[in-house]
Nanobody
Framework: QVQLVESGGGLVQAGGSLRLSCAAS????????MGWYRQAPGKQRELVARIISGGSTNYADSVKGRFTISRDNARKMVYLQMNSLKPEDTAVYYCNYRTPGRDSWGQGTQVTVSS
């Protein structure tokens, strides 16, 4: 069983920054792919960024150069540093843990960017 708890969301003005955190507990494997997804009202959930055990990362084109994902396997934490935020970044952000046999999600944290 894997539990994920996100934190760090909130209301910020355009151009501002936020840092999201995801605390994982349970049977965590360092080989897992950890990711951040987001879902805006009326839209499908989309990948924002993900990081594999070796440190390789992937980002959605819309956030490249502005967002940075990182992980601390020893502390079972994943972070998403979000800079130069735009109103279109407004969404619920979800943490994801994925291995070949498991796909777990957190409850999400709201990020609202005002113009």
């Amino acid at each position: 069983q894997v539990q994920l708890v996100e934190s760090g969301g909130g209301l910020v003005q355009a151009g501002g920054s936020l840092r999201l955190s995801c605390a994982a507990s349970g049977s965590i494997f360092s080989i897992a792919i950890m990711g951040w997804y987001r879902q805006a009202p009326g839209k499908q959930r989309e990948l924002v960024a993900r990081i594999i055990s070796g440190g390789s990362t992937n980002y959605a084109d819309s956030v490249k150069g502005r967002f940075t994902i990182s992980r601390d396997n020893a502390r079972k934490m994943v972070y998403l540093q979000m800079n130069s935020l735009k109103p279109e970044d407004t969404a619920v952000y979800y943490c994801n843990y994925r291995t070949p046999g498991r796909d777990s999600w957190g409850q999400g944290t709201q990020v609202t960017v005002s113009s």
